[in-house]
T-cell receptor, first 117, second 112 residues
């Protein structure tokens, strides 16, 4: 049973346009969400995160939106660049007993983003 | 992010071999993790160590044996593996109680 789902295996976008990557989750205990980017033959690189107390977090060209009622988050990349072409993973972490979020990340399957020049 | 290193980057082993994967983090973190990524599957958490103590074993077969001698080093000892264990093995680290994990480049393991 996959608790974190990325239903689009791939996405193709023109350079300069917006890329929107989506992620859905089922576990209501998740309260910290992250996006990672992965190039072939490299480990995942952390991009941006969001805590459940927020609905938006922005860092340069990257913005993550969280809709808790829908259990949905999305990553917006504006403007998209060819160097953004990679696999993007969303991940979620539950609160621990102490009320903080750590440790047990659950990942989605990933979405392959291709940005065409 | 080059703060987490893994060796070797590639490993081919037979089912009767014993080998070890090594991970080292230079970020001053106190939690370390092993993940497995099989083809067309999400990353699967295998083990979690906080302050050198194992706090999570995600039902991993005993042919995988982790070791964490200190907060900077993590090993994964492998013995009598099966071909289906062929995968990318990733190490990560974080501050305990903070969700952002930083990954190494991974070891591509092939079991013949």
């Amino acid at each position: 049973d996959q608790q974190v789902k990325q239903n689009s295996p791939s996405l193709s976008v023109q350079e300069g346009r917006i890329s929107i990557l989506n992620c859905d989750y089922t576990n209501s205990m998740f309260d910290y969400f992250l996006w990672y980017k992965k190039y072939p033959a490299e480990g995942p690189t952390f991009l941006i995160s969001i805590s459940s107390i927020k609905d938006k977090n922005e860092d340069g060209r990257f913005t993550v939106f969280l809709n808790k009622s829908a259990k949905h988050l999305s990553l917006h990349i504006v403007p998209s660049q060819p160097g953004d072409s990679a696999v993007y993973f969303c991940a979620a972490s539950p609160k621990n007993a102490g009320g903080t979020s750590y440790g047990k990340l659950t990942f989605g399957q990933g979405t392959i983003l291709t940005v065409h020049p | 992010e080059t703060g987490v290193t893994q060796t070797p980057r590639h490993l081919v082993m037979g089912m009767t071999n014993k080998k070890s994967l090594k991970c080292e983090q230079h970020l001053g973190h106190n939690a370390m993790y092993w993940y497995k990524q099989s083809a067309k599957k999400p990353l699967e958490l295998m083990f979690v160590y906080n302050f050198k103590e194992q706090t999570e074993n995600n039902s991993v077969p005993s042919r995988f044996s982790p070791e964490c001698p200190n907060s900077s080093h993590l090993f994964l000892h492998l013995h009598t593996l099966q071909p289906e264990d062929s995968a990318l093995y990733l190490c990560a680290s974080s501050q305990a109680n903070r969700g952002t994990q930083y990954f190494g480049p991974g070891t591509r393991l092939t079991v013949l």
